[in-house]
């Protein structure tokens, strides 16, 4: 041990301070982000699909990410985060790097400080949540039980829609088909209604999850994420 650390002096000492400097510089160039938090549900999600913590800037696909593997409460730490870097999030990342649904998020486009501190405190990152915040809440719940009522008597909002979906029967098919079948998208109503195969609906729902990425993630979540 004390040999190496003698080596390791030697060799310091040999390098002209220009080159230990210039190493120093790149090793902490970037501003490094700290977040206290406490991250569930990670193990949730099948793979292609990973729960990070990114930075992002003006485009939908990660700059920079690490990956979050444990649930413990811990701080998560972003290192060598560049100035085109406009927020810090927890989040679900397909293989792209794109975002899929995002948990927490922080602006730091006006923050120059070289160590950041933010506090997520808890964050419940499962599949389900990833959906219910990305999709239902913008998209749905309007309809499904935000307002006076719930259309076909199907509630999309916060703390109600899983219960509503997995393993119900649909109040408008007419075959007898249930609104989630966990294990299979096919056979499920919701799946269905959003790719606009249902054949019954009043109500065309096809045109409301546009982008792939969300169709698919609805899809997974039937077949790969519903314990
Ligand atoms: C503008 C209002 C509106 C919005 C927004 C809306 N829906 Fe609907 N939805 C309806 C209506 C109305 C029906 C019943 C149609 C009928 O009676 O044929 C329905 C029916 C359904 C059904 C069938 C329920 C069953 O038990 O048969 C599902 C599933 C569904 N919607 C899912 C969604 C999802 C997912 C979203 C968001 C992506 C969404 N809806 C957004 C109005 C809406």
């Known amino acids: 041990m004390k040999k190496l650390l003698i080596i390791i002096i030697l060799a310091l000492s040999a390098c002209d301070d220009g080159d230990v400097m210039e ?14 938090a406490s991250v569930s549900g990670i193990e949730n999600w099948p793979s292609g699909y990973n729960v990070v913590v990114a930075g992002f800037g003006d485009s939908k696909y990660a700059d920079i990410s690490k990956n979050i593997f444990t649930a ?21 990342i397909n293989r792209l790097r794109e975002r899929i649904a995002t948990f927490y998020e922080n602006d730091i486009s006006n923050n120059n400080e070289a ?10 990152a499962d599949m389900f949540s990833g959906i ?23 509630y999309l909002t916060e703390g109600k829609s899983y219960d ?3 393993n119900v029967a649909s109040s408008k098919a007419t075959d ?5 079948v966990p294990g299979n ?25 546009t982008e792939e990425k969300y169709v698919k993630l609805i ?9």
């Open 176 to 180: 007898g088909s249930v609104r989630v």
């Open 132 to 154: 219910q915040k990305t999709l239902f809440n913008p998209t749905c719940a309007a309809c499904h039980g935000g307002g006076k009522s719930a259309a076909a008597g199907l």
């Open 115 to 124: 160590e950041i501190i933010l506090d997520a405190s808890a964050v419940q």
């Open 72 to 92: 413990t409460a811990d701080t998560l730490v972003l290192n060598g985060i560049g100035n085109d870097v406009k927020t810090i999030e927890i989040c679900a």
């Open 185 to 209: 998208a096919a056979n499920s109503f919701l799946y269905k209604v959003v790719t606009g195969t249902d054949g019954v609906l009043s109500f065309d729902h096809s045109n409301m999850i």
């Open 164 to 166: 509503a979906l997995v």
């Open 23 to 36: 190493t120093i510089n790149v090793e902490s160039s970037g501003r490094t982000v700290k977040i206290a």
């Open 219 to 227: 899809e997974n979540w039937i077949t790969k994420g519903i314990e």
